[in-house]
């Protein structure tokens, strides 16, 4: 279908006049949309809505030219390169080197395939092998073929493999090798693609023979002289409805089926005969490799294009390829690898016909027109007929348009940046600027109250149009600043908000104004918004959104569920939501919850954002002007951004779905790799392991987030971000279990992923039978002491040595309760600061002996102050205790110690541990402590309570101190506080 927009052709209506876009006087209320396949669910939707994704050497591709592609069932995209092979998780790519499999290092791979087995097919420049399960095999090499080249497989329905290569057909089929060339019929032997069509027939792409079938044990050759287009085939490809398609190097695209053949060429819209691959997706729409002009979309019998002007990394393309999750994947000549997917949402901008892409304010006319103002593209008319730009040429005061708005007579006002306001009706601009009222030429909100006033809120003040003028208003308490937004109420209150100057109120003459002492949750106002119920809703400039029902305000901020604090326009969808824009995106929240939370019937709202990670062109979105949202006649939410306007349909909204699955890839054990089983088992004292996973989503790699649980270490999931990996510096010794979820919006977790079973051997003084042995020797030994001890009692008297042993018990008792009150910490229960110092020196003087290292973390309760003086001295002991508990968890080993060091904070003495094991212990303490969750309500770091760690490693010798060892560890503790807190230093 030639679906390339009827409305953009309309685009050289652009300079015809204002005619033709002039707002009627009375116009009448039309439902109109923007065109449909502006839509991110339209079939046909423009190649200009999909998102395009690159990556090249840089990124880690081994070389820019993509010769092959395949995504395998395991979530993989493979690639075939000219400098090599390469695997791709989403996120990093994986080469090989000639350790691996000398073939494939830096060998061009012309072909991929997975067969039915889930065998990976390699075809390459000296032959074809197979990977499976990390290894690669050799099938066959250029000594038994000649020419080494291998384009191409395809498993036939009995589980046959066939290759095409440039030196004839091979078929494997049960350890056999079966070799066709053109003694046996074929045209020529040079080959490139193959292809079984639903009836088992195989086609064969050739070079310089045509297309060729093979059914019966005989070939069948289809070339121009039999009415195909051309001796050169590219690609070809099964159609599930019978027959194949084929793509050629110079006759354009052919369809073979039942005997007949449908060629396609650039008479029938093909943007170039050249073709080199070809693909079909999941809506079976068939994708079109072409070499000079980029990628090409069939749907139906229509074809569409897209090329570097689109914004494709290269116009020459050497494959094409679709994935399980309806991404389009192209290999570029020398462009690197490129990815079209799916936006979430529609974009029109200007590779849709805009003249700007900075879309500052949207209006959806009463007459079904849709105005979008630019900064710097003046102003666009959008209608289904097409876009028409005014601008300065059509008597508009200037090309930076800021803020619109249509009143009762259905003239449109036009706010500007730099030349006041202008009014359109019937082809008339009516121009207002500084000589005619205007406080300021930069106009950002135009508005009409019921009694027809027309208000104008300007960069100084506010002006309302007084005859053919306007008149600023300095009435006392009225804005003096920037105005951001204009509401008349139910009540019949006009509500200012202003950019510093708090939320203004004028009521028969008078300004009252509302500040952040009354409750606001800041005095710089974005939007306003009154829902049915009349309650006003405020949002702010990243503190939140303030509800005003009656004469109560109330706050709803991140912290309580918000996705974001900036709240740049807000609007109200048929289904009850709120959609607030930001600068990050924008999100949904349900008003219900916003008022059940307002009115403390609910601990947290629930809001889902929209951002970088659903292939919006631009996160940022307009602010500070009026309107900045709008709904069109369909229910569409119309979203001005700095790159277009987003179009959003709230009743389909892109699904994360099922949390993607995990696997693990990778696990070394003292940096060796390990081979990948469900346990394993590590030897006795101090190594590093680290696991490395990942999410089974090309799609969405980029917002997988992941979180693991250490079972025998920690109870809790403990929350990993975007990492995918995972160390253990030194785990004791003993049994464990490591889990690993994945998620994509945070709320759904793949927690029936892998389990890996780790068991840390003992050394034999930690075996159970070493400690048997040595109870036994102790119970000898006290049965011998006490036989003597008999003897001894029986020569004295029995009065008096019951006395001495009274005596002796008593005295023993109390010293050792003094010595655990002088090394305790009766708070926490952790070694207090003498026991520190005393184990210090001893152990400085051992580490100096024995030339070891000696580790000290100190660490600190980030704002403890803030903490006890927001909720009192028992919740701080008690988060004391609770964050000693995370120290003593950490102190596993016989010599390691922890004590507190004074008021909030914590020392961890660690001898013979080296500093990047210190540092995974602190970023340890650092997470647990977190993974807490306890609530600090005066934290500007966190909501949570956190610490502040300060690292240091020596190995004691002449001219170093101990006082000198702990300033160390402090002035990296204040360099973590200095950083922002909440992190680790050294």
Sequence with gaps: ???????????????????????????????????????????????????????????????????????????YLWVGTLGGLARFDGARFTTFDASEFADLASQPVLGLMQDAQKNLWIGHNKGAAIYRDGKF??????????????????QAPDGAVWAATSNGLVRWAKGVTRYYREADGLPTDRLRALAFDRDGVLWIASSGGGLVSFSGGRFTVLNPASGFPHLQVRSVLADPAGGVWAATAG??????????????????????????????????????GTWGSGVVRMVGEHFSAIASGGGLAGDHIWSIHTDHEGSVWVGTWVSGLVRLRDRAFGVLGVPEGLSHDNVRSVLHGRNGVTWLATAGGGLNRVDAAGITVLGKKDGLPSEEISSLMEDRDGALWIGSYTGGAARLLQGKVTVYGTAQGMPSS????????????????????????????????????????????????????????????????????????????????SNWIMSLYEDKAGTLWIGSNGDGLNRMRGQQ??????????????????????QGYFWISGNRGFHRVARSELDAFAEGRLARVSSAGFGPGDSLRSTTFAGGLQPTSAMDGAGNLLLPSAKGLVLVDPRHLPESGQPPAVRLERVTVNGAVQPLAAQLALPPGPVTLAIQYRAETLLNAERARFRYQMEGLAPRWIDAGE????????????????????????????????VLAITVQPFFYETFWFAGLMLSALAAGVYLLFRLRVRHLRIRHAEMQRL??????????????????????????????????????????????????????????????????????????????????????????????????????????????????????????????????????????????????????????????????????????YRAKNEGRNRVCA
């Design 553 to 574: 305000l109330s706050s709803i901020r991140p912290a309580d569920g918000l996705w974001d604090g900036t709240c740049l326009s807000i609007l109200e969808d048929g």
């Design 1 to 75: 279908m030639r679906f390339l927009l009827a409305w953009i052709y309309m685009v050289a209506l652009l300079g015809a006049g204002l005619a033709g876009a002039a707002v009627a006087a009375q116009p009448a209320v039309v439902p109109a949309t923007l065109p449909a396949v502006l839509m991110p669910s339209a079939p046909d939707k423009a190649l200009s809505q999909f998102r395009l994704d690159g990556w090249q050497i840089e990124q880690g591709l081994p070389q820019n030219a993509v010769s092959a592609l395949a995504h395998t069932s395991d979530g």
């Design 251 to 288: 006759g354009g695209l052919a369809r073979v089926k039942d005997g007949k053949i449908k060629v396609y060429t650039v008479a029938d819209g093909l943007p170039t005969d050249q073709l080199t691959g070809i693909t079909r997706d999941q809506h079976g729409t068939l994708w079109i």
């Design 723 to 754: 990492n995918r990996e995972v160390s253990f510096p030194a785990l004791a010794h003993g049994s464990y279990r490591l889990r690993v979820a994945a998620s994509i919006d945070g709320k759904s977790w793949s927690e029936g992923g892998p």
């Design 804 to 973: 001495v042993a009274e005596k002796t018990e008593a005295l023993k008792q109390a010293n050792e309760h003094l010595s655990r009150l002088s090394f305790v910490d009766a708070l926490t229960g952790l070694a207090n600061r003498r026991r520190f110092d005393e184990v210090l020196n001893d152990e400085w003087n051992r580490a100096g002996r024995n030339n070891a290292p000696l580790a000290l973390v100190i660490a600190d309760i980030d704002s403890f102050k803030s903490y006890n003086d927001a909720l009192g001295h028992q919740e701080g002991d008690r988060c004391l205790a609770a964050v000693a508990a995370v120290f003593a968890s950490q102190a596993r080993r016989a010599g390691d110690l922890a004590a507190r060091y004074g008021g909030e904070e914590f020392v961890l003495l660690m001898p013979g541990m080296a500093q990047a094991a210190a540092l995974a212990v602190a970023e340890e303490l650092r997470a647990a402590c977190e993974a807490l969750a306890i609530s600090h309500p005066a934290s500007p770091v966190s909501p949570v309570v956190t610490l502040s760690l300060g690292v240091t490693v020596c190995v004691p010798a002449e001219g170093k101190s101990i006082n000198g060892f702990i300033l160390e560890a402090d002035t990296a503790l």
């Design 137 to 154: 095999k050799p099938m066959f090499s250029a000594g038994q073929l000649g020419d080494q080249r291998v384009w191409a497989f395809a």
């Design 442 to 521: 930069e106009v950002r909100v135009l508005y009409q109250d019921r009694q027809g006033v027309v208000w104008a809120g300007t960069q100084s003040g506010i002006a309302r149009l007084d005859g053919k003028v306007f008149a600023p208003l300095r009435t006392p308490g009225a804005p003096s600043g920037g105005v951001s937004s204009i509401l008349q109420d139910k009540d019949g209150n006009l509500w200012f908000g202003t950019t510093g100057e708090g939320l203004a109120r004028y009521r028969d003459g008078v300004f009252k104004t509302l500040t952040a002492a009354d409750g606001l949750l």
